[in-house]
Structure formats: C-alpha cells, structure tokens
C-alpha cells in the first residue's frame, strides 16, 4: 500500500475498482468511470488488481466494454 501510485488500478476494500489519479499523505483520488473522481482513505486496504488477477481483470474488462 505504500507503493501506490498515479496510474496503478486498484480494487478498495469495498469493492470499488478505479486508477489513481492522484495520491495524498492518507488518500488517493480515484477515477472510477468518465468524469467520476472520488477520494478513497488509504487504510480502505487497497489492493493493486496485478494482485487479484482473476476478479480484478474481468470487473475491469466489464467496465472498459
């Protein structure tokens, strides 16, 4: 969680899955859908979708079709 960064795809604790758009001290900007920002806290646990490849990469795939 420290090595996040403006780019990477991450899934949030709660299921929220969007790319870093920008990354504060305690949150993070996501870009969740086209025009759609929200600010997510870092202790959310979030996880970067390279490491939950299965759900990860078909939720993303779903959203990008």
């Known amino acids: 969680l420290n090595n996040l960064k403006?780019?990477?795809e991450v899934v949030t604790r709660g299921g929220l899955?969007?790319?870093?758009?920008?990354?504060?001290?305690?949150?993070?900007?996501?870009?969740?859908?086209d025009?759609?920002?929200l600010d997510v806290e870092r202790s959310a646990a979030m996880a970067t979708t390279a490491t939950?490849?299965?759900?990860?990469?078909?939720?993303?795939?779903?959203?990008?079709?």
């Open 52 to 65: 939950r490849p299965v759900y990860g990469s078909w939720q993303l795939s779903q959203r990008r079709s």
């Open 6 to 8: 403006k780019n990477d």
């Open 17 to 33: 899955i969007g790319t870093i758009v920008n990354v504060k001290t305690d949150r993070v900007t996501l870009r969740v859908d």
């Open 35 to 37: 025009n759609v920002r």
